[in-house]
Structures are given as C-alpha cells and as structure tokens.
C-alpha cells in the first residue's frame, strides 16, 4: 500500500473512534463535518455541486445527515472506500492525499484536547518532510521573521528568509508536529520555537488558529 492508503485507513479510523458532534481542530467543524468535506473532496458530482451552491453549504447539508450515528459511520464508510478511477484524487496519490490525510487524522484526534503524537514510520515522516519543505514557503510568504524548520534528528531547512529588520525563529520539533504547526495548528503541535521574542511573537500568531 502507498502512504496515502494507509492514511486514509488511519483517518477514517480516527473518525469512526469519534463521536459525530466531537471537535476537532477545524474552525467549527465537529466530526462530522470534516467527514463531509473529505468525501465532497473526493467525490466530482459532489465537489461540481458544491462550487456552484457554496461549498460550506454544501458540507454543512451533508454533515446534517451525519447527526445520528447511523448516518455518521454510513458517511465515514463513503470516505473509507477510496473514490471511483475516474476521480482526479484517485491518481493524485501521496502528493495531494499524503499531507492532507495526516493532518486530518490529528484534527480529529486532538480536537477535544491534547492528544500525544503519534510514532510515524520513517518512510511516511520522509514523505511529510518533503512535502512540507515546499509548502512551508507559500505558507509563511510575507511574513518578516525568517523561519528554519528543524527535526528532532536535527535535519533542518530553512524555508523563509527574514526581512529588514527581523530574525529568524527557528521551529523544533518531529515531523508530524512541524507539519502540523506550518499548517495553522501550533497551538495543538508539540514544538518549540526559538528566536527573539518579537519575532517568535509573529510567528506565532500566524500559525496558531482560532
């Protein structure tokens, strides 16, 4: 199995350990929700549907009928069965599913609190690490502090160079957690961070959401 099949194993797992109404680390998504987006994502008629109508309407409609737990492991069950050959997202494999299935997972697993991380296989933090050094620069694009990611086996790189009159923060921590905190979820993420108080400041506020 590729990595984006075994994760979506895990996710739908994570989901299916929660309750329907649980939080998660999404801005006002419960499980459910986040189950809708996943299977209107992953679904053409459904993600067509969704632009024209609103695509938050359109998770909100879906997630309505996911409200029992009935309805909910029927929904969760769609996202479990991996999307038709015909979907863009069947052959996108680990480079679209890859980063988007782990952090998923842990929105789930830790949005009703904190949550330890999980042990990655090696070959899976590789896929992450490489991943997240090319988005990592989009993400912190225009910020003024320079960032440096660096590993718990202390592989680093830096992915944003500092601005007239800022630092560099560097950010520690595993893998998994430094992708979760350059995607907006520091406040859940197990990571340090290092630099003059006012540039770790901005950084901060950047990646720690609501």
Same mark, same amino acid.
């Given at each position: 199995?590729?990595?984006?099949?075994?994760?979506?194993?895990?996710?739908?797992?994570?989901?299916?350990?929660?309750?329907?109404?649980?939080?998660?680390?999404?801005?006002?998504?419960?499980?459910?929700?986040?189950?809708?987006?996943?299977?209107?994502?992953?679904?053409?008629?459904?993600?067509?549907?969704?632009?024209?109508?609103?695509?938050?309407?359109?998770?909100?409609?879906?997630?309505?009928?996911?409200?029992?737990?009935?309805?909910?492991?029927?929904?969760?069950?769609?996202?479990?069965?991996?999307?038709?050959?015909?979907?863009?997202?069947?052959?996108?494999?680990?480079?679209?599913?890859?980063?988007?299935?782990?952090?998923?997972?842990?929105?789930?697993?830790?949005?009703?609190?904190?949550?330890?991380?999980?042990?990655?296989?090696?070959?899976?933090?590789?896929?992450?690490? +490489?991943?997240?050094?090319?988005? !990592?620069?989009? @993400? /912190?694009? &225009?910020?003024?502090?320079? *960032?440096?990611? $660096? =590993? #718990?086996?202390?592989?680093?790189?830096?992915?944003?160079?500092?601005?007239?009159?800022?630092?560099?923060?560097?950010?520690?921590?595993?893998?998994?957690?430094?992708?979760?905190?350059? +995607?907006?979820?520091?406040?859940? !993420?197990?990571? @340090? /961070?290092? &630099?003059?108080?006012?540039? *770790?400041?901005? $950084? =901060? #506020?950047?990646?720690?959401?609501?």
């Amino acid at each position: 199995m590729t990595w984006h099949e075994t994760e979506r194993d895990w996710l739908a797992e994570a989901l299916r350990a929660a309750d329907p109404h649980d939080p998660t680390l999404c801005e006002g998504w419960q499980a459910r929700h986040l189950a809708a987006h996943l299977v209107i994502r992953e679904r053409p008629a459904l993600a067509a549907s969704a632009v024209r109508g609103g695509l938050a309407a359109a998770t909100e409609r879906l997630a309505a009928t996911a409200s029992d737990p009935a309805g909910y492991a029927a929904l969760v069950d769609r996202f479990a069965a991996p999307p038709r050959r015909w979907s863009p997202l069947a052959w996108a494999g680990d480079a679209v599913n890859a980063t988007e299935y782990f952090v998923h997972t842990e929105d789930v697993r830790r949005g009703a609190g904190e949550r330890a991380p999980r042990e990655l296989p090696e070959g899976l933090a590789e896929v992450l690490w +490489s991943q997240l050094v090319r988005m !990592a620069p989009l @993400r /912190l694009r &225009g910020l003024g502090p320079g *960032v440096v990611l $660096v =590993r #718990d086996d202390d592989v680093r790189s830096a992915v944003h160079a500092p601005r007239a009159g800022h630092g560099t923060v560097v950010l520690r921590g595993a893998v998994g957690e430094l992708v979760l905190a350059v +995607s907006g979820r520091l406040q859940a !993420a197990d990571v @340090r /961070l290092e &630099g003059a108080e006012d540039d *770790v400041t901005v $950084v =901060r #506020d950047l990646l720690t959401g609501p």
